[in-house]
């Protein structure tokens, strides 16, 4: 198993611009979380999908949108970029949990870096 | 609101000298708590949760409640263990991750 992979590995996008980016759990893992990373900073949380709904959201403006497919891969979808969203952003997969027995540690991609000019 | 705080930047011992990394939280509910850590030019993995009260690579943590603390340590420290540390919180309910800032640590020989 190659671990949770993503795609592109990095990109260039001006100011104003939609980004997509993507991202593949690790076979087995029904929840797919993604982080943004700024340089210096630790992960900062931005949704987290669980069986296909979302099950968290933290605090980003409404630019910021994901979806999770029937075969558990993940969308996070960026409008109108501006300077301060260069960053690294972080897909992370589990195994999940519905209810609240226990946390599923995460397990973490490589990362997109993505400059905005 | 949950928030994870690691006080060092950068800490550096020397070699087989004890290391303590240091992180404190604040949550209102039952915290469960994390270290991942970041060897250079690779991704971020787990290294241990309060939960499996194991020791990895030598490393220990202890959850202590009363002073919203997840402190990691190894009594000796290697040269391999130079990478970057985060602690994590993780919050039940919206299944959310809370990371810290990340302390540095550098062996050194």
Known sequence: ?117 | AQRVTQPEKLLSVFKGAPVELKCNYSYSGSPELFWYVQYSRQRLQLLLRHISRESIKGFTADLNKGETSFHLKKPFAQEEDSAMYYCALGIKYGQNFVFGPGTRLSVLP
């Open chain 1, 1 to 117: 198993d190659a671990g949770v992979t993503q795609s592109p590995t990095h990109l260039i996008k001006t100011r104003g611009q939609q980004v997509t980016l993507r991202c593949s759990p690790i076979s087995g893992h029904k929840s797919v979380s993604w982080y943004q990373q700024v340089l210096g900073q630790g992960p900062q949380f931005i949704f987290q999908y669980y069986e296909k709904e979302e099950r968290g959201r933290g605090n980003f403006p409404d630019r910021f949108s994901a979806r999770q497919f029937p075969n558990y891969s993940s969308e996070l979808n960026v409008n109108a970029l501006l300077l301060g969203d260069s960053a690294l952003y972080l897909c992370a997969s589990s195994l999940g949990a519905k209810g609240k027995e226990f946390i599923s540690p995460q397990h973490f991609g490589d990362g997109t870096r993505l400059s905005i000019l």
